[in-house]
Structures are given as C-alpha cells and as structure tokens.
C-alpha cells in the first residue's frame, strides 16, 4: 500500500496560481506512475494530469493544457501540480493517485491509491 497525502490546496482569485504537492510512502516511489484528478460539487471525478515514473513522460487533460505543469521529485517521494492561470471552473477538491508501473495513465480505475484530496477553490 502507498500512502498520499496532498497539501497546497486553498481560495485563489481567478488568474492566480497554487501548488500542489502529494507526499507518497509505504512503496518505492520511483517505482509508481502518478496522477492528479478531481472532483467538482455534483460532478464525476476526471483526470488532471499524469506522470510516469521517470518523470520523462506527462499527459494533461485538454482543459489543463498550457496552464497546469506535473512534475515530481522521486528524491523527495513527492510529485506536484503546478496550476497558472486559474479558473472558476477549476474549482474541486484535488487528488492525487498513484499505480505500480512505468506509464502514465489517464483511466481513474487504474489507479489503486488513493489520498485524501485537498480543496481548491477559484473566486471570479
């Protein structure tokens, strides 16, 4: 079992930016792929933003694209997301997911951890 645990979230005016963070533990983490989903009020959860192991590899969701950056730092068993340019819309709680593997993955079912989320919300 891995062990994530995301920090970063909080309330930001629309065109500003936060990071987050999701620490991992209980399992290699260069050994994991990881992931960022999320959820709005009412709405199905949907990806974000993938990594691969290395880190040599993302995928962004297109309502991401140029402005959220994945990243990870397998010294520090820590991956990030980067997020400029907020939105409204962007508004979910966030979470981060990791799987066993090399590549990175967009299907929520692939994931089989899971951490808490943290809250993201933009005012307009």
């Known amino acids: 079992q891995v062990q994530l645990v995301e920090s970063g979230g909080g309330l930001v005016q629309a065109g500003g930016s936060l990071r987050l963070s999701c620490a991992a533990s209980?399992?290699?983490?260069?050994?994991?792929?990881m992931g960022w989903f999320r959820q709005a009020p009412g709405k199905e959860r949907e990806f974000v933003a993938a990594?691969?192991?290395?880190?040599?590899?993302?995928d962004l969701a297109d309502s991401v694209k140029g402005r959220f950056t994945i990243s990870r730092d397998n010294a520090k068993s820590t991956v990030f997301l980067q997020m400029n340019s907020l939105k409204p819309e962007d508004t979910a709680v966030y979470y981060c997911?990791?799987?066993?593997?090399?590549?990175?993955?967009?299907?929520?079912?692939?994931?089989?951890?899971w951490g808490q989320g943290t809250q993201v919300t933009v005012s307009s």
């Open positions: 997911a990791a799987v066993s593997g090399p590549f990175e993955r967009r299907r929520r079912e692939d994931y089989d951890n």
């Open positions: 209980g399992r290699t983490f260069r050994s994991l792929a």
């Open positions: 990594i691969s192991w290395t880190g040599g590899s993302t």
